[in-house]
């Protein structure tokens, strides 16, 4: 069984960073590749970034492209997002994610398998 923790939310002003991470139980995390999505009140989950098995591709939305960088330590069982530069249309709930290695895409919800209970982040103007 598959568990992923995400911390490291808050409430934050505009220009603020953040940094969140996701900690994944299991002796498999090394072989997937990770995302993190968010989903804002009434809105759809949307991707926000993504990184394969060993970090050397990285994959993010055009809306966070330049501000947030995804990375991983597979020693320690752990993603990383750290945000920079926040605005207030970045506020959501931010999940972590592992994909699907069955699946080809990995910029849609469906594309992951397991999910974290996320995190709030909150940016204020």
């Known amino acids: 069984q598959v568990q992923l923790v995400e911390s490291g939310g808050g409430l934050v002003q505009a220009g603020d960073s953040l940094r969140l991470s996701c900690a994944a139980s299991?002796?498999?995390?090394?072989?997937?590749?990770m995302g993190w999505f968010r989903q804002a009140p009434g809105k759809e989950r949307e991707f926000v970034s993504a990184?394969?098995?060993?970090?050397?591709?990285?994959y993010y939305s055009d809306s966070v492209k330049g501000r947030f960088t995804i990375s991983r330590d597979n020693a320690k069982n752990t993603v990383y997002l750290q945000m920079n530069s926040l605005k207030p249309e970045d506020t959501g709930v931010y999940y972590c994610?592992?994909?699907?290695?069955?699946?080809?895409?990995?910029?849609?919800?469906?594309?992951?398998?397991?999910w974290g209970q996320g995190t709030q982040v909150t940016v204020s103007s």
């Open positions: 299991g002796r498999t995390f090394s072989s997937y590749t």
């Open positions: 990184i394969s098995w060993n970090g050397d591709s990285t």
């Open positions: 994610a592992r994909k699907n290695m069955w699946t080809t895409g990995w910029g849609t919800p469906r594309d992951y398998d397991y």
